[in-house]
T-cell receptor, first 114, second 113 residues
């Protein structure tokens, strides 16, 4: 158990809908990262938050947004969903001290857009 | 886009044999890490090697790093069925801060009992 909790584990929805994925980081970790894993794109970094502030942005679509709350949990919001958004979405957390950035991953949310 | 390319994409070996996976990357790095992913599960950190290190060991794992060739290898010795998983290298690009990891394409390793 990594200590990172993601909910829900599975999500099935229709095109055009909006969903929210939730992540609770390991106790004490200030950084939260979101990744998307699909068969054709591999593991793609989406966005990072550090202590409530956006820290780094990757290949995140404008239809997607995220935030980190004062209790450090994070949510990834996906809107106007398309079939191609079907993927595994992972959250990871780290202490992010210096350059020894070891990330601890949650079990993921499997999103199926029908 | 992927920073690293892993080779081979898939590898099947007999239990007890050694498995070697290679990773190539494109930019300068602060460190390189290897992660394991069991089917459909989250990634688990295995080992980190800094850019000024050439070799590192952890149990049955041995990682090498050649920054001149921008490549790394992961050796798993005396493989076990439980080693069946996908293995990813990940790099920290100092140009994007020290926290952003960029993952390679992964090697799917199958250990045949």
């Amino acid at each position: 158990d990594s200590g990172v909790t993601q909910t829900p584990k599975h999500l099935i929805t229709a095109t055009g809908q909006r969903v929210t994925l939730r992540c609770s980081p390991r106790s004490g970790d200030l950084s939260v990262y979101w990744y998307q894993q699909s068969l054709d794109q591999g593991l793609q970094f989406l966005i990072q938050y550090y202590n409530g502030e956006e820290r780094a942005k990757g290949n995140i679509l404008e239809r997607f947004s995220a935030q980190q709350f004062p209790d450090l949990h994070s949510e990834l919001n996906l809107s106007s969903l398309e079939l191609g958004d079907s993927a595994l979405y992972f959250c990871a957390s780290s202490v992010a001290v210096g350059f020894k950035n070891i990330q601890y991953f949650g079990a993921g949310t499997r999103l199926s857009v029908l | 886009s992927q920073q690293g390319e892993e080779d081979p994409q898939a590898l099947s070996i007999q239990e007890g044999e050694n498995a070697t996976m290679n990773c190539s990357y494109k930019t300068s790095i602060n460190n390189l890490q290897w992660y394991r992913q069991n089917s459909g599960r989250g990634l688990v950190h295995l080992i980190l090697i800094r850019s000024n290190e050439r070799e590192k060991h952890s149990g049955r794992l041995r990682v090498t790093l050649d920054t001149s060739k921008k490549s790394s290898s992961l050796l798993i010795t005396a493989s076990r069925a439980a080693d069946t998983a996908s293995y990813f290298c990940a790099t920290v690009d100092p140009n994007f801060g020290n926290e952003k990891l960029t993952f390679g394409t992964g090697t799917r390793l199958t250990i045949i009992p």
